[in-house]
């Protein structure tokens, strides 16, 4: 089993940065793609950024693109979700996700969640 604890999600005006951090635990070593979600309220979920443990694959959604950078630390078992220039649009809960696979759209592993309100 694998354990998900997001951090970092609060408050900040538009244009701000904030940074998502994600750490796995448990059986650490069979994750090999981690990535990030968002669900904004009525509105389906969406991936926004997920890369392999290689970094040999990586993703990130057009609507951050520019603006929104994930990265790997900690031996890869960190996933970290960089956001700058943030808009209101941007307000959603981030869950984190974890996979055994390289598919980078589908996570077996869930965080419970971390809420991003961005202010206009």
């Known amino acids: 089993q694998v354990q998900l604890v997001e951090s970092g999600g609060g408050v900040v005006q538009t244009g701000g940065s904030l940074r998502l951090s994600c750490a796995a635990s448990?059986?650490?070593?069979?994750?090999?793609?981690m990535g990030w979600y968002r669900q904004a309220p009525g509105k389906r979920r969406e991936l926004v950024a997920a890369?392999?443990?290689?970094?040999?694959?990586?993703f990130i959604g057009h609507s951050v693109k520019g603006r929104f950078t994930a990265s790997r630390v900690n031996a890869g078992n960190t996933v970290l979700l960089q956001m700058s220039s943030l808009k209101p649009e941007d307000t959603a809960v981030y869950y984190c996700?974890?996979?055994?696979?390289?598919?980078?759209?589908?996570?077996?592993?869930w965080g419970q969640g971390t809420q991003v309100t961005v202010s206009s």
């Open positions: 996700a974890a996979d055994r696979g390289d598919r980078l759209t589908r996570y077996e592993y």
């Open positions: 448990g059986a650490i070593d069979s994750i090999y793609a």
């Open positions: 890369l392999t443990r290689t970094g040999d694959s990586t």
